[in-house]
């Protein structure tokens, strides 16, 4: 069980009833905090200009170690909020969503995985997720801006 996240206008909070929390069953809380928590930049990565925070997440450094390397929640879409819509740009969009999505398969949790990117407008990143769970495919989309970092649930 997740917290369940309301979507509203712009990203999600959570959700309460009757001074209680509600809880979410499904894997939509999980891709959201997956997709747009700042993970910690890579050694090798280009802050956006102006920028010297890694950013990340505190717990990141104690979490358990699945994979022989520390876990980092969240995704590096934040390191795009200044690039260009370029196709590379839009492919490494798609890649920092697989990458913090990953831990889904990793873990067992889904079966199939795959991300989409494309750009509807300009300054919108749209992500399709689509996730493959018993034989079936749950599918979310998110606009995503690049200028301020704010997403939407898709209609």
């Given amino acids: 069980m997740d917290i369940l996240l309301a979507f509203g206008t712009p990203g999600a909070d959570l ?11 499904g894997l939509l809380t999980a891709v959201v905090v997956s997709l ?12 956006p200009a102006g920028e010297t925070d890694r950013k990340g997440w505190w717990a990141d450094a104690t979490l358990p170690k699945l994979t022989g390397a520390p876990d980092k929640i969240g995704s ?15 492919a490494r969009a798609r890649e920092y969503a697989t990458e913090a999505l990953q831990w889904l398969l990793t873990e067992h949790r889904v079966d199939g995985l795959t991300v989409t990117a494309t750009v509807p ?10 996730l493959e769970v018993d034989g079936a495919t749950q599918l979310s989309a998110f606009d995503y801006s690049y200028l301020t970092g704010a997403y939407r649930l898709s209609v």
């Avoid at 910690?40 to 802050?47: H, K, M, P, V």
């Avoid at 934040?78 to 690039?83: A, F, G, I, Q, T």
């Fill in 15 to 25: 959700a309460v009833a009757s001074g209680d929390l509600l809880t979410d069953d």
């Fill in 36 to 47: 747009f928590t700042d993970r910690q930049a890579e050694a090798t990565d280009e802050l």
């Fill in 76 to 90: 590096r879409l934040w390191l795009l909020r200044r690039e260009k819509q370029l196709p590379e740009v839009v």
């Fill in 121 to 130: 407008e300009r300054g919108m990143l749209q992500l399709q997720v689509a």
